[in-house]
């Protein structure tokens, strides 16, 4: 998301669809209460998308040192900037340093301009409770800086893949040194694609959980999904799924929408609903 971090942006592209909607013919001006609400929830969500940003970049990782890479690799992957080195390099030898170095800078399949090194610690990710841990080293995307750790831990049954994400003491810093802070549980469980194991594209994650958020405003929020959201290898976002923000006493609800591969979604607040758009 490009400089989700910064309130005053995020302020910004409120007012801006509010000002589109209201010239819409007998359109009501959104209240200035409802247009701040907004902004905090599309700045909270942020934390969502970087869970789903991590755990492309964990799969990514856990197929190079498995040996299942691109090139030559059982599947090919679209998410190829950067530059990937494992260590040690021999196969089944395990655990490994996965580094994927971003350089100064590129632009990923999923549109984000990624920079600095991005560095895994990954188990024999096929036994019960081995983990891989994510953590970041100088790295930054579309300017905002990352830092603190993600851990993805095994709990896959024969019939389905099933991580535990815990994101730990993570700060998101943009470029006018805003910062943006959160923590929290999450389980991906796979709902399609697990008899083809070589094919990333058709592997379907439901998402459940909750994120604890501090604002760049020092608010907290809750978030917490209530119909699990549905995430596609082959979207950079969430296609569906339901949860609550809590935003000071306030439920917000937050719908992703009917399945469609978009960066579209509603807010509902006080009954009222809002469109937003993920950046």
């Not at 395990?94 to 301009?113: H, I, L, Q, R």
């Not at 983990?131 to 851990?151: C, L, M, P, R, T």
Request: proline content about 4%; overall charge negative; some cysteine.
């Amino acid at each position: 998301m490009k400089d989700q971090l910064k309130l005053s942006l995020l302020c910004f592209v409120a007012v801006s669809l509010f000002a589109f909607s209201s010239c819409e013919k007998d359109a009501e001006p959104i209240p200035e209460a409802d247009a701040a609400t907004i902004a905090k929830a599309q700045e909270s969500l942020a934390s969502q998308q970087l869970i789903l940003s991590s755990f492309n970049i964990a799969q990514r990782g856990a197929e190079n040192a498995n040996g299942f890479a691109n090139d030559g690799g059982v599947e090919y992957r679209s998410d190829t900037c950067g530059v990937v080195t494992v260590d040690p390099p021999g196969l089944f030898v395990f655990p490994k340093t996965v580094t994927v170095d971003y350089g100064s800078g590129c632009t990923d399949a999923d549109g984000k301009f990624k920079a600095g090194k991005v560095v895994l610690y990954v188990e024999a990710i096929w036994e019960p409770n081995a983990i891989i841990s994510v953590a970041y080293d100088n790295y930054s995307e579309d300017g905002v800086k990352v830092e603190g750790q993600f851990v993805f831990t095994n709990l896959s049954t024969p019939d389905a893949a099933i991580l535990s994400i815990t994101a730990q003491d993570i700060k998101l810093t943009g470029p006018n040194n805003n910062t943006f802070a959160f923590s929290g549980n999450q389980t991906y469980t796979q709902t399609e694609g697990h008899p083809t194991w070589w094919d990333w594209h058709d592997d379907v994650y439901h998402v459940t959980g909750s994120i604890y958020t501090t604002l760049t405003n020092g608010e907290t929020v809750d978030w917490v999904i209530q119909t699990p959201l549905e995430k596609a290898n082959a979207c950079y976002y969430v296609s569906k799924g339901t949860g609550t923000l809590d935003i000071n006493g306030l439920p917000i609800i937050v719908d992703y929408g009917n399945g469609a591969c978009d960066n579209q979604g509603t807010l509902t607040i006080n009954g009222q609903v809002y469109p937003f758009t993920l950046h």
